[in-house]
């Protein structure tokens, strides 16, 4: 049997790290071993609590898929797979609770996976490039995310990206650093058209 690699539905290249930034959907046949990897690092377990056996994991993956509100995506640097993204339409998300939000607002959820990949300057362009991405709907005028509270570094790299905290909401999972990026200072701070 052959495994089909998904497409490419966004490619940039980004000049301050010198790389390709790229995003394909997560195929559940080609990257359940490779999620269920990242989950179980270090680095990731405190954040995101997905640290399940494979199985449970596959569980989990199907059920995200099926999931219409959000569309889950490899994130890949120079076609290296290397990050996890969640894009979903906030009014159909918990978050939406939380605010005033717009039918056309989306959110972002996302981990880099491979423990190489830490601290090479690579989360601020992987966060732009989606945000980036996101923007090209049209009707789209923020993009939103929660990151847990305790996640500084992570707080720090939206902040750099152009999201603004508004206040810290009770998820059920966790504390969450509610945050905002409107397009407007997306296309001011990286002098984008989107």
């Known amino acids: 049997m052959t495994i089909t690699t998904p497409e490419i539905v966004y490619r940039s290249y980004d000049p301050a790290i010198a790389q390709e930034i790229s995003f394909r ?6 990257d359940l071993a490779r999620i269920h990897d990242w989950m179980n690092q270090p680095h990731v377990i ?3 609590k997905l640290n399940f056996s494979q199985d449970k994991m596959k569980a ?5 898929l099926a999931d219409t509100h959000q569309t889950l995506y490899i994130g890949l640097l120079n076609g290296v797979p290397m990050s996890y ?19 056309n607002d989306q959110g972002i959820h996302l981990l880099i996976g491979p423990p190489e990949f830490l601290g090479q300057g690579y989360a ?32 720090h790299i ?3 990206c152009g999201f603004s905290f508004q206040k810290a909401i009770d ?4 504390q969450g650093a509610f945050m905002v990026c409107d397009r407007a200072e997306f296309n001011r701070r990286w002098n984008r058209h989107v």
Do not use: C
Request: charged content about 25%.
């Open 60 to 64: 989990h993956l199907e059920k995200a």
């Open 46 to 48: 405190p954040f995101w």
């Open 171 to 174: 998820l059920p999972d966790k």
């Open 25 to 30: 959907p997560v195929s559940l046949e080609q």
């Open 124 to 155: 601020l362009p992987l966060l732009r490039a989606m945000t980036a991405f996101q923007f090209q709907q049209p009707a789209t005028q923020k993009v939103v995310t929660e990151p847990d509270i305790r996640n500084h570094k992570m707080i």
């Open 85 to 103: 993204w969640e894009s979903y339409w906030a009014t159909e998300d918990i978050v939406g609770n939380y605010y005033p939000v717009d039918a």
């Open 158 to 160: 939206f902040k750099r």
